[in-house]
């Protein structure tokens, strides 16, 4: 694990947010942190501060194996992603620090941390460590992933490549599901940050080797702003997205506002639909945030995947 040979820890670790989106408010961390500050000075922990080079990011702290917990482990808290260093949890963190000396100070650059972090928390759930009641079996690799599918969504990537249309860059992909459009992407050398919020569809994507654990998400579309930086992505897409209706098009439109609000300028907006008042639905949303683009029909005889392509930019290069 990424987070384990960072730290240089041999021993389990632990972190007591239970999952990426908690890192981003660390109000678990907060309480935790003022309980072990209040303790600080009655026993002596082994500690680690974690820094980014100047301030302190995170801390590591040795929990010895009691009957209840009969292995050794290392609590990590971190506000790497909550961005908080300067504030509540750098002060109680430093605090913590100079009371119990830290055995090490390892610097790790703000981006190694968050990948490391998205890559603990994809093994907690391909390891199905935050869902104990699970019984859900992993589908064999055939059922999971159509070749039909895949060979048509890697011909459309192609059909665009050799009209100038070139997924490159920085990309997310949002709705990723089980990952089975990202082998097609995977396929042509590109590597996106993928995002879908139905859990166990990441987890079987994961199990299959076909999600990068590094890279993969389990967040809501409609919250991209949130655990991105505006402008970040060179190209924003999304294949078969959907079901899409008058009823819910409202969460559609706010998935297309929040990708065009993490897109940088000039960024490509590719997305696939089935259906084509699902595109329309789709289309108009994303005039309203100003992207611009075409609407190619690429129905098949089949009429099931991709049949419908949105193909935009945002603002002007
Ligand atoms: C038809 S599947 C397509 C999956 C994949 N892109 C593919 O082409 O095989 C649509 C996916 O969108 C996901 N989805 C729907 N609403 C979402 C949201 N608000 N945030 C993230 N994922 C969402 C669904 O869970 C589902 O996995």
């Known amino acids: 694990m990424i987070l384990q040979d960072l730290l240089d820890i041999k021993e389990e670790i632990y972190l007591v947010e239970p999952g990426y989106y908690s890192q981003k408010t660390i109000v678990t961390t907060i309480s935790y942190l003022v309980d072990i500050q209040d303790v600080v000075g009655d026993y002596n922990f082994r500690t680690i501060r974690i820094t980014d080079g100047t301030k302190t990011t995170g801390l590591a702290i040795f929990n010895e194996k009691t009957e209840e917990v009969p292995v050794d482990f290392w609590s990590i808290f971190t506000s790497s992603i909550a961005n908080q260093s300067t504030g509540e949890f750098g002060s109680l963190a430093d605090s913590i620090l100079s009371t119990n000396q830290p055995e090490r100070v390892v610097e790790v650059a703000g981006d190694v941390m968050h990948e490391a972090l998205i890559e603990y928390y994809s093994l907690l759930l391909v390891n199905r460590e935050t869902c104990n009641e699970c019984t859900m079996p992993l589908e064999s690799y055939e059922r999971a992933y159509a070749k039909d599918r895949l060979d048509r969504l890697s011909e459309l990537l192609e059909k665009l490549a050799q009209n100038g249309i070139s997924i490159d860059g920085d990309v997310l992909e949002i709705c990723c599901g089980n990952g089975m459009s990202t082998i097609a992407l995977h396929e042509l050398g590109i590597d996106p940050t993928t995002i879908e919020y139905e859990k166990c569809t990441v987890c079987q994507g994961l199990a299959h080797g076909v999600l990068d654990p590094k890279k993969t998400l389990v967040m809501d579309a409609t919250m991209l702003s949130n655990f991105f930086e505006q402008g970040r992505f060179d190209c924003v897409v999304g294949f078969m997205l959907g079901t899409i209706y008058e009823f819910n098009k409202d969460l559609w439109a706010r998935m297309m506002f929040e990708s065009a609000k993490v897109a ?19 289309e108009s949303a994303l005039h309203m945030v100003g992207i611009e683009g075409e609407v190619m029909d690429n129905t098949d005889e089949f009429g099931i995947y991709d049949q419908w392509v949105f193909i935009g930019r945002k603002g002007k290069k």
């Open 264 to 282: 940088k300028d000039g960024a490509l907006m590719l997305f696939t639909v089935n259906g084509r008042s699902e595109m329309d639905i789709l």
